[in-house]
């Protein structure tokens, strides 16, 4: 299952990344704070979730 969660990011991730770094020159270092900011960002809450 976990595996297909990362599959599953890993090819959201794939098509994001045109997207965001388009006209950055330091496309390494600008993805990384992408995926930070969205790291940090709050999760919506489950359902049933304690």
């Known amino acids: 299952m976990a595996l297909a969660r990362l599959t599953a ?3 959201q991730y ?9 006209g950055y020159s ?6 990384h704070w ?4 969205q790291q940090n960002e709050p999760q919506p ?3 049933g979730s304690p």
């Open 9 to 11: 990011l890993s090819r």
């Open 14 to 22: 794939e098509c994001l990344w045109p997207e965001v770094t388009e």
């Open 26 to 31: 330091g496309k390494v270092s600008f993805w």
């Open 34 to 37: 992408f995926i930070r900011k």
């Open 45 to 47: 809450r489950r359902r």
